[in-house]
């Protein structure tokens, strides 16, 4: 079945840095596009990047543009995001989520169980 | 950025009743509109994709509508598993963007 299990959120300062990691199973990971969607504590959901199946296409919100980077090994089944300059405001349950093609929409059929990141001093 | 409208913000209902969540985006996105459901301390689940599309596994008392810029997430018997916060998501355009979310709570 599929999994996606996410991990290296934590305590980090403001300015500082994370690295977040999503390893994927059950499905052929190199297929599908990803995504990473995030919570804040009590909020909504908010959309942050997604990348193509072959890596070559990436957006990113505005409010981590510049901040955030995106990335995935296919050979490793593995998706990343790198986190830096952290603000407060970024503190959140990081989700990391399949987006599935069905015709010419999509929409997010998997989603991890999510990993807890918290900036603050 | 296209914006997402839900309404309401949260409801009271009881089982069996039927309910009615509507999404509004501020612009056109033809049917690329999905719906989630997220229960306390679990992720988002897919209920809904592009309009009106039922998710394998879902139950059927779900149903969705709508295209252009007016969109309604429908449960036609409430069960006790329902309750639940639900979200809309247009797939029209990046940035993609989730309603505030409407929070259906027991009465």
């Known amino acids: 079945q599929v999994q996606l299990v996410e991990s290296g959120g934590g305590l980090v300062k403001p300015g500082g840095s994370l690295r977040l990691s999503c390893a994927a199973s059950?499905?052929?990971?190199?297929?599908?596009?990803m995504s990473w969607i995030r919570q804040a504590p009590g909020k909504g959901l908010e959309w942050v990047s997604y990348?193509?199946?072959?890596?070559?296409?990436?957006y990113y919100s505005g409010s981590v543009k510049g901040r955030f980077t995106i990335s995935r090994d296919n050979a490793k089944n593995s998706l990343y995001l790198q986190m830096n300059s952290l603000r407060a405001e970024d503190t959140a349950i990081y989700y990391c989520?399949?987006?599935?093609?069905?015709?010419?929409?999509?929409?997010?059929?998997?989603w991890g169980q999510g990993t807890v990141v918290t900036v603050s001093s | 950025d296209i914006q997402m409208t839900q309404s309401p913000s949260s409801l009271s209902a009881s089982v069996g009743d039927r309910v009615t969540i509507t999404c509004r985006a501020s612009?056109?996105?033809?049917?690329?509109l999905n719906w989630y459901q997220q229960k306390p301390g679990q992720a988002p689940k897919l209920l809904i994709y592009?309009?009106?599309n039922l998710q394998s596994g879902v139950p059927s008392r779900f149903s969705g509508s709508g295209s252009g810029t007016d969109f309604t997430l429908t449960i036609s018997s409430l069960q006790p598993e329902d309750f639940a916060t639900y979200y809309c998501?247009?797939?029209?355009?990046?940035?993609?963007?989730f309603g505030g979310g409407t929070k259906v709570e027991i009465k």
């Open positions: 059950g499905f052929t990971f190199s297929d599908y596009y």
């Open positions: 989520v399949r987006e599935w093609e069905v015709g010419s929409a999509d929409a997010f059929d998997f």
């Open positions: 998501q247009q797939s029209y355009s990046t940035p993609l963007t």
């Open positions: 990348i193509t199946s072959n890596g070559g296409t990436i």
């Open positions: 612009q056109s996105i033809s049917s690329f």
């Open positions: 592009s309009a009106s």
